[in-house]
């Protein structure tokens, strides 16, 4: 299939539009769908348009729109994806051959992937799924698949279709639709409760601890200097993508940060409010001033205090450390990478390489510690 812009393609009983650019879709009107069909800021125009001004490897848009007539139901972000490190090193893991470029939908970088509808148009995600794999074959591409679908109706729904499915990851998310501080608190076991009340105490102690944003430069300094003390490589996260992404999402920014006595910013948790969710995508740390993320537990107490005090129904808290996640509160949702091709053979080994992925299993709650290599 060639592209044109807009492409559009017939999958009934939508329409699906492909666009090569975000750029050539109404940020408002696409945002409107995403907060209607509960996504995150993950799914929104802006991320996408930060993937578009800094990729974080090489990328080409495919993002697809779903109409019922003239209206807008429902948007799949979805790449061309050539070169990703994330990706590259799962494949290794599953012992994978791709053949070439996969279509994703739509990065191993968010906390949320997949197609959205909004309440009323659910059979707009089938539309989507079969418009994903349409496009994938008009452009030549062997492979394509779903990129951290949440467990539940999403996931089930890829299996359905026949989806090789890895549970690559897990994130964890707090409720923060309560009455009062109190009542959140109130639900931990009393002694849970004291003592994260005394831990926080002694976190906070010689720190700022506050909501507050981190510029571009800081955050960079921050996310690059816990990966580096992890031996990951910051290519996952390029300057210029985190500059990007500071750029763009400037509308929903929303950061917790601890300042040392010195007036010096040694920790940041980076996140952003789209709609009544708020998406703490990364935590950076001074790791230079800090052998441990000391005001950890300070911050994470302010991030759930200010989510309360506001009208955040839902904190996702990330990738990663479930275990003090748990104690804050949080629940763990498995994320899953999910993959598909027209050829019987190679649909075989993609559903054996996603068993393998399994195998590599570290633990029950992070399942592949892709964390610690990918964030």
């Known amino acids: 299939m060639t592209l044109t812009e807009p492409a559009a393609k017939l999958s009934r009983p939508h329409r699906i539009d492909v666009r090569t650019s975000i750029r050539s879709v109404d940020a408002e009107q696409w945002n409107r769908v995403v907060a209607r069909a509960g996504g995150s800021v993950f799914h929104t125009w802006e991320w996408l348009a930060a993937f578009e001004d ?67 148009h659910e059979g707009a995600l089938v539309s989507l799924i079969a418009g994903l794999a349409e496009t994938a074959r008009g452009d030549g591409i062997r492979t394509w698949g779903v990129a951290n679908a949440p467990a539940g109706d999403l996931g089930g729904l890829l299996l359905r279709h026949g989806y090789a ?55 960079v300094r921050l996310l690059h200097s816990i990966l580096e003390n992890r031996g990951t490589p910051t290519d996952v996260l390029p300057e210029a993508f985190l500059h990007a992404v500071k750029a763009r999402l400037a509308p929903y920014e929303r950061m917790v940060t601890a300042v040392d006595a010195d007036g010096r910013t040694v920790a940041v948790f980076a996140g952003w409010q789209f709609a009544r969710k708020w998406s703490m ?35 996702d808290l990330g990738r990663s450390n479930g275990a003090e996640k748990r104690k804050l509160g949080a629940h763990p949702v498995p994320l899953y990478l999910a993959l598909d091709t027209s050829d019987r053979a190679d649909r075989a080994a993609l559903h054996a390489a996603c068993r393998r992925l399994e195998e590599r299993c570290q633990g029950a709650d992070e399942q592949l510690d892709i964390v610690r290599r990918c964030c």
């Open 54 to 120: 800094a990729p974080p490897g090489r990328f080409e848009a495919r993002h697809l729109l779903a109409y019922q007539g003239d209206l807008l139901v429902g948007v799949c972000p979805a790449y061309v994806v050539h070169d990703c490190p994330r990706l590259s090193y799962l494949t290794d893991l599953a012992q994978l051959d791709l053949g070439g470029p996969v279509l994703l939908a739509h990065s191993l970088a968010a906390l949320d992937g997949g197609p959205l509808a909004v309440p009323g």
């Open 165 to 219: 499915t890895a549970h690559i990851t897990t994130s964890y998310r707090c409720s923060t639709d309560v009455p009062s501080v109190a009542d959140y608190w109130g639900a931990a076991p009393g002694r849970l409760r004291r003592k994260l009340e005394k831990e926080r105490r002694v976190s906070g102690r010689g720190y700022t601890v506050a909501e507050a944003p981190a510029d571009a430069d800081t955050l």
């Open 281 to 315: 995508w990364l935590a950076g740390l001074d790791t230079e001033r800090l052998a441990h993320f000391v005001p950890y537990r300070a911050m994470a107490a302010r991030l759930i205090e200010g989510a309360i005090a506001t009208d955040v129904g839902s904190i």
